[in-house]
């Protein structure tokens, strides 16, 4: 297979440390994500070495633009004792149920925000990146948080802004709220953050109601959200917002976690949401960087993701697998969850779920009415 890619086609940032490295057996993320989306998209032809960058592991010193070195520090001497101390777990977070002290604990973080360090770089040069492993979006400065130990979005938009670009667009449609980013970027003026996430979930911020400098759009949506609902509020909504800010580049943090068959939300949504919503920005963005986020059922999360990548290179995607990418997903389980005891067979044969339609509610339309009412304050 040979692959002739012009300078200017999409790049994959990606590494083989996630391919074996969990948080633990029973943590949410034991599943294998990103390796799966590697090897999906070499499956079918659509990742060679010519587009694919492996991700440098950051330095705490580049770190240190938004992590404080105590915390760089603490995780480092997590990896090290395989332990932290009680002092440590108060403070910073780690150790902790959700945020375990796991073999990588340094090491994987520090590759995804390596990752999301060259990836501002290259999407500067005007690029479209894709960092599937990104999308940590709930780490804070000095502590963990929501699976998250570094904050890689937020230092992809400082890479960004220290290589030249200012008015920046992050978009995120993870089922959780990027209480991590807002906390970085929600006063920033050049910085347009719209947050579409489930109502009353976890880590319970982002209301509506938020402003930042006026430049903070939350759209907390109600349990159920389906296809059709999605679409309003990405062309009523998120599209317009976007055209009239005219951002230097765009940030899209694309978490897995909205659909039907994920076990940590109780949205709806089928992958040609995410699909969609990709291929409107990419009209609109001179600029783009694509980031994972959430997902955590091997099989949902991995077609999705691969059929970005499929988005961005403007690959048709096929009603049928290829036999080899067939059986990526045929290898993949997932213990402890009923949904690996009797997967439907359309998990392992294709890449596209079928759309889930359905009646526009009321709640959705006034929560979207409500953010339009205050749209042109600075347009």
Excluded at 4 to 26: C, K, N, Q, T
Excluded at 261 to 285: C, G, K, V
């Amino acid at each position: 297979m040979t692959f002739d890619l012009d300078s200017a086609a999409p790049v994959f940032i990606g590494h083989e440390i996630y391919r074996h490295s969990s948080y633990g057996h029973m943590h949410p993320l034991r599943i294998p994500r990103v390796s799966t989306v590697m090897d999906l998209s070499r499956a079918l032809g659509w990742l060679g070495p010519a587009n694919f960058r492996t991700a440098p592991r950051a330095k705490p010193e580049a770190l240190t633009h938004w992590h404080s070195a105590d915390y760089l520090q603490a995780l480092q001497i997590a990896e090290r004792d395989g332990a932290v101390s009680d002092r440590t777990r108060e403070r910073h977070q780690i150790g902790t149920h959700t945020n375990p002290v796991f073999p990588e604990i340094w090491r994987r973080p520090a590759t995804t925000a390596g990752g999301s360090l060259l990836a501002g770089e290259l999407v500067s040069q005007g690029r479209y990146v894709y960092h599937p492993a990104g999308g940590t979006h709930h780490a804070f400065p000095d502590r963990a948080g929501g699976f998250c130990y570094l904050n890689d979005p937020v230092l992809a938009m400082l890479s960004l802004r220290r290589n030249g670009l200012r008015r920046l667009a992050y978009i995120d449609i993870d089922a959780h709220h990027p209480d991590g980013v807002e906390h970085g970027f929600g006063n920033d003026p050049d910085c347009l953050m719209i947050s579409v996430h489930e109502a009353r979930r976890w880590p319970f911020t982002g209301q509506i109601t938020d402003r930042g400098v006026g430049n903070v759009y939350n759209l907390p949506l109600p349990r159920g959200l389906n296809d059709s609902e999605m679409a309003l509020v990405r062309d009523d909504l998120m599209l317009p917002l976007v055209q009239a800010w005219q951002p230097d580049a765009i940030i899209l943090q694309c978490g897995a976690d909205a659909v039907e068959e994920d076990p940590l939300s109780r949205l709806s949504l089928s992958n040609n949401a995410h699909w969609a919503i990709l291929a409107q920005l990419m009209s609109l963005a001179p600029r783009l960087l694509v980031l994972g986020g959430g997902g955590y059922n091997p099989w949902s999360v991995g077609r999705l993701w691969t059929g970005i990548w499929g988005v961005l290179n403007r690959q048709d995607i096929p009603d049928r697998l290829p036999a080899e990418a067939e059986g990526v997903l045929r290898a993949l389980t997932f213990p402890g969850n009923s949904r690996g005891r009797n997967p439907p067979d359309h998990w392992f044969t294709t890449l596209r779920d079928a759309p889930r339609h359905g009646p526009v509610r009321e709640e959705v339309r006034g929560a979207v009415q409500a953010l339009q009412a205050r749209k042109m304050a600075w347009a």
